[in-house]
């Protein structure tokens, strides 16, 4: 598709179990981030990857989260052992990062998010 | 740490007025944007400032970067209800990593 695709849209699921969350970018995106969003609040970084480089993993809250992005494309957020506390929605984007002349941040492109709700 | 404070928090006011919504920090940003998020989707790239002072303008909306870019402004003119949202600003730091805002929730009423 043209833009980031993430699945699943919903899930609900019980305290203490593990859940996956998909993230496809936009193809030739080299950058890619996680934020997580509570209801109607602003954007809680997560992670990023930007091409081959170590991922910057200073926003993960907890070793419960881990995130991975396999062949520099599609990413996987997974949280083990679900507190009620992770309910929110999870928003994935990706952006073009490159130089001209000096770094700059381009366009972040998000998807529509996966709203996790744990019971 | 750097913050980027948004004010005010919320702002529910009639079609046809004016409006203004503020970005501040105390730290400077290499560029700054802003963003509108909509119920049930991700934000959307409004525009992009790169330098103080710097005035865009995308129809109604009128966007301001500080001279000492340090802080930016949103204004509206005459808003309509399709304005509607969440208003997101993202600074990019040293770092070229983005620090947000909390957001401004916008209600426009008929």
């Known amino acids: 598709g043209a833009g980031v695709s993430q699945s699943p849209s919903n899930k609900v699921t019980e305290k203490g179990k593990d859940v996956e969350l998909r993230c496809d970018p936009i193809?030739?995106?080299?950058?890619l981030y996680w934020y997580r969003q509570s209801l109607g609040q602003g954007l809680e970084f997560l992670i990023y990857?930007?091409?081959?480089?170590?991922?910057?993993k200073s926003g993960l809250p907890s070793d419960r989260f881990s995130a991975e992005r396999t062949g520099g494309s599609v990413s996987t957020l997974t949280i083990q052992r679900t507190q009620q506390e992770d309910s929110a929605v999870y928003l994935c984007a990706s952006s073009l990062f490159f130089m001209q002349g000096i770094l700059s941040v381009g366009e972040l492109f998000f998807g529509e998010g996966s709203r996790l709700t744990v019971l | 740490t750097q913050l980027l404070e948004q004010s005010p928090q919320f702002l529910s006011i009639q079609e046809g007025e004016n409006l203004t919504v503020y970005c501040n920090s105390s730290s400077v940003f290499s560029s700054l944007q802003w963003y509108r998020q909509e119920p049930g989707e991700g934000p959307v790239l409004l525009v992009t400032v790169v330098t103080g002072g710097e005035v865009k303008k995308l129809k109604r909306l009128t966007f301001q970067f500080g001279d000492a870019r340090k802080d930016s402004s949103l204004h509206i003119t005459a808003a309509q209800t399709g304005d509607t949202g969440l208003y997101l600003c993202?600074?990019?730091?040293?770092?070229?990593?983005?620090?947000w805002g909390a957001g401004t929730k916008l209600i426009i009423k008929p």
């Open positions: 993202a600074g990019a730091d040293s770092n070229y990593q983005l620090i």
């Open positions: 193809s030739g995106h080299t950058a």
């Open positions: 990857f930007q091409g081959n480089s170590a991922p910057d």
